[in-house]
């Protein structure tokens, strides 16, 4: 998934709506 701050996270907590 793609974060909020631009990284690849397995984590849920910052999934951006554009993956």
Same mark, same amino acid.
């Given at each position: 998934?793609? $974060?909020? /701050?631009?990284? %690849? #996270? $397995?984590?849920? %907590?910052?999934? /951006? #709506? /554009?993956?």
């Amino acid at each position: 998934s793609c $974060t909020a /701050s631009g990284r %690849e #996270d $397995t984590s849920m %907590e910052y999934q /951006s #709506d /554009s993956q």
